[in-house]
């Protein structure tokens, strides 16, 4: 089993409709989880961060963490085309906890058809 | 607008030859992540320093890679000598640990290698 897992897609949704991303990990004691947006031939950009049980809203943007059952999802709503990229899970296990490393997963490509 | 740098961008090389990649990461950050990205493998990590002192570079090939940070204001990332396997693209991270744990990490625009 990876420590983060993520279906690759490609997930597609309409303009305007809202896109479910979600990531999965095996460590129980994860301390803090990230979500980056790559786009095509760029680096990955942080977008969100959320380190509590619940739900984390900046704009378009929510991530919704349950530690319990160890996944960790990121809602985007009212979908746009410049929202197609990459969207990559991140994950602060518990046992590199205090170095800042982080496990990435392999990524979902999100595709928002106008 | 505190940004991590890398140089250069892009670098085309061949088989056998030196190559060094750069980075200058966030002032004041004091963790530094070398990471390599290919459509196969993913992102992948391959080391990271502390304060300027290495901390795991088990993710490098050993004989071939070496990762140093000489001051605070830039990591460097050299293989000697490059294959074509080494091909793809090599991003710098930055951000800061402290007690609390928090550990965001933020990415330079990535140096591109092809080796021929």
């Known amino acids: 089993q990876k420590e983060v897992e993520q279906n690759s897609g490609p997930l597609s949704v309409p303009e305007g409709a809202i896109a479910s991303l979600n990531c999965t990990y095996s460590d129980r004691g994860s301390q803090s989880f990230f979500w980056y947006r790559q786009y095509s031939g760029k680096s ?3 977008i969100m961060s959320i380190y509590s049980n619940g739900d984390k809203e900046d704009g378009r943007f929510t991530a919704q963490l349950n530690k319990a059952s160890q996944y960790v ?8 085309p410049s929202d197609s990229a990459t969207y990559l899970c991140a994950v602060n296990i518990l046992r590199s906890s205090n170095t800042g490393k982080l496990i990435f997963g392999q ?3 999100l595709q928002v058809k106008p | 607008d505190a940004r991590v740098t890398q140089t250069p961008r892009h670098k085309v090389t061949e088989m056998g030859q030196e190559v060094t990649m750069r980075c200058q990461p966030i ?4 963790t530094v992540f070398w ?3 290919t459509m196969m493998q993913g992102l992948e990590l391959l080391a990271y320093f502390r304060n300027r002192a290495p901390l795991d570079d088990s993710g490098m090939p050993k004989d071939r890679f070496s990762a140093e940070m000489p001051d605070a204001t830039l990591a460097t990332l050299k293989i000697q000598p490059s294959e074509p ?5 090599y991003f710098c991270a930055s951000g800061f640990v ?14 591109r290698l092809t080796v021929l």
């Open chain 1, 44 to 46: 990955p950009e942080l």
């Open chain 1, 73 to 80: 999802s990121l809602l985007i709503r009212d979908s746009q």
């Open chain 1, 107 to 109: 990524g979902t490509t």
């Open chain 2, 27 to 30: 002032l004041g950050h004091n």
């Open chain 2, 35 to 37: 990471y390599r990205q």
């Open chain 2, 85 to 89: 396997r080494d091909s793809a693209v």
């Open chain 2, 98 to 111: 402290g007690l609390a744990g928090y550990n965001e990490q933020f990415f330079g625009p990535g140096t």
